[in-house]
C-alpha cells in the first residue's frame, strides 16, 4: 500500500518549457487535491478534484491545469513555467470533503530558471 | 479574505518541557479545525481535529488542542515534549461545505535532547 506517489521528486525548468506532475494514490479516494508550498507561506489549493470527472480551480489557480485521468490519478501541468512557479507541490488524497483526513505524497521540488 | 494565522514560526525547547503553539483564523461560520504534522524526511499526516462536540481533542502521540470559538482559536499542547517531536507543525482550517483547506504557514519545532 503506496498512499499518495508523486514523480517527479526534482525538476528543473527553464522559463517557458511545459511539465507534468504526476500523482496516483491506491486507497480508493474519491477526492484529490494539487497544493503548492512557498518559503514562510502555508500550503495553498491549486486545483481539487471532488471525484472522478470533476476538477475546480482552488485559491490559486493561475498557470496550471489538472486532468483527473481516472479514480486513482490526478495530473497537474504547467503549459508555460514561470520564475513565479517556483515551489514545492504536494498532491494529496481524501475520502471526500476536506472534512476528512487529507493524505499527502512527499511532495515535488521544482525550479524554474 | 479568510487566513490562518501560527504566531511562531520556530520553537526551540528542551525534552520534557511543555508545549503549546498557537493557531487563530479569520471566518465568522462554521469550521473544521486540524493539525498536521511533517517530521523530517517523513510525508505531511494528521495530527488531530475537531468538528463538533468537546472543544479539547486529543491526537496521536500525547498531542492535544483545545478550540476556543469566542477567540477563533486551536492552540496545540503538549505537557512533556520528546526529541522525537522535532517536525514542522501545521494548523488548517476548512469552512464547513468548502472543499477549501486554508492553512497556516508553520511553526518548525526543534527539540534538544
Known amino acids: 500500500n503506496a498512499g499518495v506517489t508523486q514523480t517527479p521528486k526534482f525538476q528543473v525548468l527553464k522559463t517557458g518549457q511545459s511539465m507534468t506532475l504526476q500523482c496516483a494514490q491506491d486507497?480508493?479516494?474519491?477526492?484529490m487535491y494539487w497544493y503548492r508550498q512557498d518559503p514562510g507561506m502555508g500550503l495553498r489549493l491549486i486545483y481539487y478534484?471532488?471525484?472522478?470527472?470533476?476538477?475546480d480551480k482552488g485559491e490559486v489557480p493561475n498557470g496550471y491545469n489538472v486532468s483527473r485521468l481516472n479514480k486513482r490519478e490526478f495530473s497537474l501541468r504547467l503549459e508555460s513555467a514561470a520564475p513565479s512557479q517556483t515551489s514545492v507541490y504536494f498532491c494529496?488524497?481524501?475520502?471526500?470533503?476536506?472534512?476528512?483526513?487529507?493524505?499527502f505524497g512527499p511532495g515535488t521540488r521544482l525550479t524554474v530558471l | 479574505a479568510q487566513s490562518v494565522s501560527q504566531h511562531n514560526h520556530h520553537v526551540i525547547l528542551s525534552e520534557a518541557a511543555s508545549l503549546e503553539l498557537g493557531c487563530n483564523y479569520s471566518?465568522?461560520?462554521?469550521?473544521?479545525l486540524f493539525w498536521y504534522v511533517q517530521y523530517p524526511g517523513q510525508h505531511l499526516q494528521l495530527l488531530l481535529k475537531?468538528?463538533?462536540?468537546d472543544p479539547l481533542v486529543k491526537g496521536i502521540k500525547g498531542f492535544e488542542a483545545e478550540f476556543i470559538k469566542s477567540k477563533f482559536s486551536f492552540n496545540l499542547r503538549k505537557p512533556s515534549v520528546q526529541w522525537s517531536d522535532t517536525a514542522e507543525y501545521f494548523c488548517?482550517?476548512?469552512?464547513?461545505?468548502?472543499?477549501?483547506?486554508?492553512w497556516g504557514a508553520g511553526t518548525k519545532l526543534i527539540i534538544k535532547p
Open positions: 494529496a488524497s481524501s475520502g471526500g470533503t476536506p472534512a476528512q483526513a487529507q493524505y
Open positions: 486507497m480508493n479516494h474519491n477526492s
Open positions: 478534484s471532488a471525484s472522478e470527472g470533476t476538477t
Open positions: 471566518y465568522g461560520g462554521t469550521v473544521n
Open positions: 475537531y468538528f463538533s462536540g
Open positions: 488548517a482550517v476548512n469552512p464547513v461545505n468548502n472543499y477549501q483547506l486554508i
